[in-house]
């Protein structure tokens, strides 16, 4: 944060700036009859998808000088997820999987069995979406099949 206030910019300025270049900021709406579409602008993907660009973007200070964005914060890349999601305010992680050979209940099966072996916790919940509609499917055929034989 000294970095920043040598220069006599606030931490907000900062990270409007970087929101806005490499997130992009809505600046208009378009009305297409009932559709609304939001207008944005952020810098190239040129200068976004390049670390030392992305180093070298000018932030103009209320005097108007221009000062690179790494003479104040300190920019890398690092892993991570790349969306954070949560369901009924609790995170949750997200696999998608391409399976051949098998079929989903089989491959489900397995890939619990091979976590519980190896990670010895239980899990809270876990879906299959394809599994899952099968799994109804297959309950309302069981139910109605039932029905009908009284």
């Known amino acids: 944060m000294t970095k920043i206030s040598g220069f006599g910019i606030n931490v907000a300025d900062v990270q409007a700036f970087v929101q806005t270049a490499i997130g992009g900021m809505t600046v208009a709406r378009s009305v297409e009859g009932l559709e609304r579409y939001p207008n944005n602008v952020r810098y190239p993907r040129e200068y976004r998808d390049s670390l030392e660009r992305l180093r070298n973007l000018p932030i103009v200070t209320k005097t108007g000088a221009q000062i690179p964005l790494s003479r104040l914060v300190?920019?890398?890349?690092s892993g991570g997820p790349g969306v954070i999601r949560s369901e009924n305010a609790r995170l949750n992680g997200w696999i998608y999987v391409d399976i051949a050979g098998v079929?989903?209940?089989?491959?489900?099966?397995?890939a619990k069995l091979a976590y519980d072996k190896r990670y010895h916790i239980n899990l809270v919940g876990y879906s299959c979406g394809v599994l899952d509609m099968e799994d109804k499917g297959a309950e309302i055929v069981k139910t109605r099949t039932n029905h009908n034989k009284h």
Do not use: P, T
């Open 74 to 77: 300190d920019i890398s890349i």
């Open 103 to 110: 079929d989903i209940g089989s491959y489900v099966q397995d």
